[in-house]
């Protein structure tokens, strides 16, 4: 696949998932900056890229997605305004936790949700004002129905799952494209330990090469294994009396 070059800015430089997407953005010839609460870590994500690929030049910036205080100032010193924002950042945290610790459970919440909502809200003003841009959010079949073992997350992807979709509804007229990425299982730092079922479960790399496919046909909502829709759509399907008692 080929990308005309551009500029990337993607959020959650030292997620797994997004690792492989500045790889694959970088691969084909796009100028990527990485911004992450871990600065340290992202730097050593982007100098793998640059070594691999000594044109990349990634460049690293500090976000913390709930310090949204900092939004402002971080949007104006981005030079240039990226033609594409990528979030993955997320945090699966611990259901069990979340049920009895409301600042777990507050953290789940702000960081699928609030934070990654109110960025991209404000850099797709800078794109509307600018007249374009791409922003593409990861969320989750998590928020397609809330289930008894994580609807902390779910609940919060649910959230952002909605945002996306209202988003890309006021910006449909405006050159903005906003699309939304639903993942179903992949094999990351988040899903460590978790047995997975192979042909439910997806590769960074294939996230990527999905995501990065939207550059060249525009899509609205994807899931990257097109299994997914119809597994969610099963169990969207399933009446409420009988969902309850699942152990899903
Ligand atoms: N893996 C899956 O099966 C799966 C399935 C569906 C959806 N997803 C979604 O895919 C995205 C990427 O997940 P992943 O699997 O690659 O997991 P990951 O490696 O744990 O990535 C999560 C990213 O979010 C960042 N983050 C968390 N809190 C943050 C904050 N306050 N400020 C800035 N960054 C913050 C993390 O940074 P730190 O390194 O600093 O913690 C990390 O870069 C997430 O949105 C996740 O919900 C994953």
Excluded at 120 to 130: E, Q
Excluded at 151 to 173: E, V
Excluded at 186 to 212: F, H, N, S, W, Y
């Amino acid at each position: 696949m080929s990308l005309t070059a551009r500029h990337l800015l993607l959020l959650g430089g030292t997620s797994d998932i997004g690792r492989a997407v500045a790889k694959h953005y970088a691969d084909n010839g796009w100028q990527v900056t990485l911004a992450a609460r871990d600065v340290e870590a992202a730097s050593r994500n982007a100098a793998d890229i640059n070594t691999r690929q000594p044109d990349a030049g990634v460049a690293v910036e500090g976000l913390d997605i709930l310090e949204t205080e900092s939004f402002v100032s971080f949007l104006d010193a981005l030079h240039p305004l990226p033609d594409t924002v990528v979030c993955v950042v997320g945090m699966l945290g611990d259901q069990e936790q979340a049920e009895t610790d409301p600042d777990h459970a507050t953290r789940i919440m702000r960081t699928n949700y609030e934070g990654p909502a109110l960025f991209l809200d404000m850099i797709a003003a800078r794109f509307v004002s600018r007249g374009y841009g791409m922003i593409i959010g990861v969320s989750s079949v998590a928020g397609d129905r809330g289930r008894a073992s994580n609807y902390a997350y779910g609940s919060a992807k649910a959230g952002f799952t909605a945002f996306l979709s209202g988003l890309r509804n006021r910006l449909a007229t405006k050159n903005v494209h906003v699309a939304t990425v639903k993942p179903g299982f992949v094999e990351t730092r988040m899903t460590a330990g978790m047995d997975l079922p192979g042909a439910l479960t997806a590769k960074p790399k294939d996230v990527a090469e999905r995501i990065a496919g939207i550059e060249i046909r525009p899509r609205d909502v994807i899931y990257v294994l097109p299994v997914w829709r119809l597994v969610m759509f099963v169990i969207r399907s399933i009446p409420e009396p009988i969902f309850k008692k699942l152990k899903l």
